[in-house]
């Protein structure tokens, strides 16, 4: 299992960003995808997830109707995108994935599987 993420940066408050995970070695279709974040001093925090086809998504009460996760099978990659961005979503964001079933959309699962992180900074 091998992911990569990409499309970090620096973007003004208010602006949009859109994070991808190119994905290999196993089939996206089969497994729960999500992101999580860790920013200096902070404990990582799951932002959002999605079970396999898209029964059950997740998102942190912080980024609830500001990012939208979402999976394209046919490239093996799935993508956040994050508009509205604030200072406070400044953090290096991980795409993760794991094959267990993911039954309710109150939290992600423990990922067994996560990339390097891609730096968000949200700043004027």
């Known amino acids: 299992v091998q992911l990569q993420a990409s499309g970090g940066g620096l973007v003004q408050p208010g602006g949009s960003l859109r994070l991808s995970c190119a994905t290999s070695?196993?089939?996206?279709?089969?497994?729960?995808v999500g992101w999580f974040h860790q920013a200096p001093g902070k404990e990582r925090e799951d932002i959002a997830c999605?079970?396999?086809?898209?029964?059950?998504?997740y998102y942190a009460d912080s980024v609830q109707g500001r990012f939208t996760i979402s999976r394209d099978k046919s490239k093996n990659t799935f993508y956040l995108q994050m508009d509205s961005l604030k200072p406070d979503d400044t953090a290096v964001y991980y795409c993760?994935?794991?094959?267990?079933?993911?039954?309710?959309?109150?939290?992600?699962?423990?990922?067994?599987?996560w990339g390097q992180g891609t730096l968000v900074t949200v700043s004027s």
């Open positions: 993760a994935v794991d094959a267990r079933p993911m039954y309710t959309a109150n939290y992600c699962p423990d990922f067994t599987y």
């Open positions: 070695g196993f089939a996206l279709a089969d497994y729960v």
């Open positions: 999605n079970s396999v086809r898209d029964s059950n998504i």
